[in-house]
């Protein structure tokens, strides 16, 4: 059986004063809840702040990106060792934004997946159509496509240890929701792809989260479908009210 999961990206959003709060928002109503595991994603200047309040919680924290390389020349990005400092035990990796406006593909994600499983981190790895491919059919395409592409050369071993999220970039902060059963076709696809990749044992043991403007009031119908083991949550994890009106939702 595997536990649902429900993620908050804060994208970039709140300084370290109003993550801060947000956190403890969080962990004053959510301390000791047991229906879901619990990560949230603030923004890479709030991960000290957001850590010591949360640290020893069942209030996980991630990344919301990491770089493949150790150290060096790579002005901008953040390494797994950095990440690691502050206690950090996620990272989202090939995020629809990161692949549309910072050129994330395939192999980039692919790297990045395979140094996070390296050093202990486990990757959120995002897949998901646009809606003109959606519109023209290609939905499993695409998704096979990321899959594959995130996967390759990742042993079963290391593949389990992994969670994915689909995310149809049509539904991202646009208040579109897929509908609980196009949610589920795409997350038994992916399943089955696992199964076909690995096999039934890895299929049935990694984590496929939905992501796409999930809130209080949709979450139900998505987390009750039996392939959908969780939520990547973007809008609605920006208010405590919200993010923990998903996680009660969680059958
Ligand atoms: C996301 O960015 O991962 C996301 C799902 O955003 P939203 O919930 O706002 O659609």
């Given at each position: 059986m595997r536990k649902k999961l429900i993620a908050g990206n804060w994208k970039m959003n709140?300084?370290?004063?109003?993550?801060?709060?947000?956190?403890?928002?969080?962990?004053?109503?959510?301390?000791?809840?047991?229906?879901?595991?619990?990560?949230?994603?603030p923004t890479y200047t709030s991960l000290d702040r957001v850590s010591g309040i949360i640290h020893g919680s069942n209030v996980k924290l991630s990344a919301q990106?990491?770089?493949?390389?150790?150290?060096?020349?790579?002005?901008?990005?953040?390494s797994w060792d950095m990440?690691?400092?502050?206690?950090?035990?996620?990272?989202i990796l090939g995020h629809s934004e990161q692949r549309t406006f910072f050129h994330e593909t395939n192999q980039t994600v692919n790297m990045k997946t395979k140094k996070a499983l390296e050093k202990s981190l486990i990757p959120i790895v995002c897949v998901g159509e646009t809606l003109e491919e959606r519109e023209s059919g290609k939905t499993n395409a695409v998704c096979e496509d990321h899959v594959r592409g995130a996967f390759q050369g990742i042993s079963k071993e290391d593949a389990v240890k992994c969670i994915i999220a689909y995310e149809p970039v049509w539904a991202i902060g646009t208040g579109k929701n897929a509908t609980p059963?196009?949610?589920?076709?795409?997350?038994?696809?992916?399943?089955?792809?696992?199964?076909e990749m690995y096999d039934e044992g890895a299929a049935s043991t990694i984590r496929i989260l939905y992501g796409g403007s999930m809130k209080p009031d949709n979450a139900a119908g998505l987390l009750s479908k039996p392939d959908i083991d969780g939520g990547l949550i973007g809008g609605a994890s920006l208010k405590a009210d919200s993010f923990l009106g998903i996680i009660n939702a969680a059958p």
């Open positions: 709140l300084g370290p004063a109003d993550s801060a709060k947000l956190a403890q928002d969080i962990l004053n109503a959510a301390s000791g809840n047991d229906k879901a595991d619990i990560v949230i994603a990106d990491m770089h493949w390389e150790e150290q060096g020349a790579f002005t901008g990005k953040i990440l690691k400092e502050l206690n950090v035990e996620y990272a059963e196009q949610a589920q076709d795409v997350h038994a696809f992916i399943r089955n792809l696992l199964k």
